[in-house]
């Protein structure tokens, strides 16, 4: 067969399975497949069915398409840990051990993009999203709020007929979420898109990571352990978009009749639309619901990976008298609970306050003036280590360390 023989119909099959090959669902979302083959999902609270299942290499970076976090490309600072400089507390007489605290800090860009950095830029979405809640409900971001309850995680999938809308016509597509989650009584959420589906992230849980006391954020080992069990699933990705909410939907359960929140809502607007929508209920943790979220959620440059809608909006937020924005803590010292302050590996300062703390010059034979060693944390990852004493030191006035805020280079 020549292309100048061909029909219309072998070459939208061509083109269809062209499309497949790429990853991308064909023309208007109609399947290759016989339509004897399609079905509807038995029931509004499964998941629909895509004809056709479409695998896609989530690790390969698509620069105009939709990709998942960390399958960019890094800066060459991202992840340098600088060995002989960080935070630290050097007040050895409230140490019980005798020993001083020093934190390595690597450099971070805070991109979703990044594969060094991802795990800090969700960890830190995470809890911007929990601020927004807690800020509220008065410093608990699970509590209920008057008028609208406690956060619900929520769920709406698209049908396979609008799959293609995700490629260029987005904003038709998020209206129609919005006018589903208007239906089913949603006031204010926040929206993470997921472009993928991979059944393989619901096998298991995902834990919870702990929290760091000191500074109210995710603990860097906790994070560590999380992204190493996360990754084994990598390779079973394929589209099917959806939208995860987590907001207020207040509930009436004394009058069924007005909550628009029940199983006949739901059933109706799939009827309807063919949209799946589930309620997952409230929330245990705001922030490890958002990070799981984030972790797989859809990365295209020129979109945002978190939209807040509703009463939670930019625009709206300020009516629902929110408590003012917190201030980061700092991080302590775990055992005094000082803050920790800069500090630098510098052993030649050490010895040249010993030599001129001596009154007899000649006793100075006795010190060590041979060429200072490296750091004793050379090699080790980022993160706090009790050390002993001797060769750090606080920074001068007019010092500083270098940066941990990796910024994209200058091109000049």
Not at 2 to 27: H, R
Not at 181 to 203: D, Q, R, S, T, W
Not at 340 to 345: F, I, N, Q
Not at 376 to 394: A, S, V
């Amino acid at each position: 067969m020549t292309w100048g023989q061909a029909t219309d119909a072998q070459l939208l099959e061509v083109l269809n399975a062209t499309c497949v090959s790429l990853g991308i669902p064909p023309e208007r979302g109609r399947s290759i497949a016989p339509s004897s083959g399609t079905k509807k999902s038995i029931a509004p609270f499964f998941e629909p069915n895509y004809s056709v299942r479409l695998y896609v290499d989530v690790k390969a970076w698509r620069p105009l398409g939709w990709n998942l976090p960390s399958n960019g490309v890094a800066y060459d600072a991202c992840g340098h840990i600088w060995y002989d400089e960080g935070q630290g507390c050097l007040r050895l007489e409230n140490h019980s051990e005798n020993k001083i605290y020093v934190r390595l800090v690597a450099g971070t860009c805070f991109r979703a993009e990044c594969p060094v950095c991802y795990q800090k830029w969700a960890a830190r979405e995470a809890g911007r999203i929990e601020d927004k809640f807690k800020r509220l409900s008065r410093n608990n971001a699970e509590a209920s709020v008057p008028g609208y309850g406690r956060p619900v995680h929520a769920v709406i999938s698209v049908p396979e007929i609008d799959a293609f809308l995700i490629y260029n016509n987005l904003d038709i597509l998020k209206d129609k979420i919005y006018a589903i989650a208007e239906k089913v009584g949603l006031k204010g959420y926040c929206v993470i898109f997921h472009p993928y589906a991979n059944e393989k992230m619901h096998e298991e849980t995902p834990e919870k990571i702990l929290i760091d006391k000191s500074t109210g954020d995710f603990d860097l080992d906790s994070l560590r352990s999380y992204y190493s069990k996360m990754n084994k699933h990598i390779n079973f990705w394929y589209v099917r978009p959806h939208f995860h909410i987590i907001g207020y939907a207040p509930r009436d359960y004394d009058n069924p009749e007005n909550d628009a929140f029940n199983e006949d809502t739901i059933t109706r607007i799939y009827n309807e639309t063919g949209y799946v929508v589930k309620n997952l209920g409230v929330r245990d943790s705001v922030r490890n619901t958002a990070h799981y979220q984030l972790t797989h959620a859809g990365v295209k440059k020129g979109f945002q990976t978190v939209c807040w809608v509703g009463d939670l909006s930019n625009r709206n937020y300020h009516k629902m008298n929110p408590l003012p924005k917190f201030i980061p803590k700092p991080h302590t010292c775990p055992e005094c609970q000082a803050e920790l302050a800069p500090v630098r590996w510098d052993p030649q300062a050490e010895i040249s306050g010993q030599v001129f703390s001596v009154d007899n010059y000649s006793s100075a034979e006795c010190l060590d003036l041979s060429e200072p060693g490296p750091s004793p944390l050379e090699g080790m990852r980022e993160g706090g280590y009790w050390i002993d004493p001797g060769g750090w030191r606080y920074l001068d006035r007019g010092e500083k360390n270098h940066s941990c805020l990796v910024r994209k280079p200058s091109h000049r």
